[in-house]
């Protein structure tokens, strides 16, 4: 689900080639879609140079558009569009992932906590969850007793998942190539979605989240890497000694 501008058709037509439904795609014919300019250094440090457009009209976009929502994410995104779709998940008791990332600043400490009390899941990384407990007053503990499970990325270091009163430690997991971190993030919460919507332990879960950024860092772009299910299947049991699946 999103918003795209007049020139987005082609990027809906990758969509739907990859299989992926488009029907929650609105196009918004006043704007250009939403583009990012990332430039990365060689430790992996980076500038990003952002033009909403589209994004920016994302709340016109709701969630009853689409049938059949099981699990929800609440990723960067316009923020009024973030609010209303939180809102709109919580209303209809959909779980969903609240994921700020860049979009954290954006919010006051009052508006973030509103969005993790909706949220079923928060995930972030270390940056954004030391800004995340500075804006709201609130502890990783605290957030944790709120939701279902906190998840912290810690980059190479790997992750930590918050849940249940428990800590779940989450190995990194070694690349082919580091090539690119862009997207890393992304390829993360993937893994992360897939192990929640599949009734997985969480343990499980932050290791399939773990092998998907392994992968995506192999690649230049955020979304050219190749998902191949018996390629994941076989990274995960390198490095963790069995098969997912």
């Not at 994921?99 to 990384?125: C, H, K, M, T």
């Amino acid at each position: 689900m999103g918003t795209v501008g007049r020139d987005g058709g082609s990027y809906a037509e990758r969509l739907r080639n990859l299989g992926i439904a488009t029907d929650g795609v609105r196009v918004i014919e006043e704007a250009y879609t939403a583009q990012a300019f990332i430039i990365t250094d060689l430790d992996d440090n980076q500038i990003t140079a952002f033009h909403p457009g589209a994004m920016n009209l994302s709340h016109r976009t709701r969630v009853e558009d689409v049938e059949n929502i099981g699990l929800g994410i609440v990723a960067p995104d316009g923020k009024d569009g973030m609010q209303a779709h939180a809102a709109q998940f919580a209303a209809r008791n959909i779980p969903f992932l609240f994921d700020p990332g860049q979009g954290l600043p954006l919010f006051s400490g009052a508006e973030l906590a509103e969005l993790i009390e909706r949220s079923a899941y928060v995930a972030v990384n270390d940056y954004e969850a030391k800004l995340l407990s500075e804006r709201t007053g609130w502890s990783i503990a605290d957030i944790a007793d709120r939701v279902d499970a906190m998840i912290v990325t810690l980059g190479a270091e790997g992750s930590i998942i918050h849940a249940g009163g428990a800590t779940h430690v989450i190995p990194a997991v070694h690349p082919s190539a580091v090539v690119d971190p862009t997207g890393c993030g992304d390829a993360y919460r993937a893994g992360l979605l897939y192990g929640i919507a599949a009734g997985w332990d969480w343990q499980r879960t932050g290791n399939l989240a773990s092998v998907m950024g392994s992968i995506k860092i192999a690649c230049r772009g955020g979304q050219n890497h190749v998902v191949d299910r018996e390629a994941v299947a076989e990274r995960y049991r390198e490095a963790f000694g069995e098969r997912p699946w």
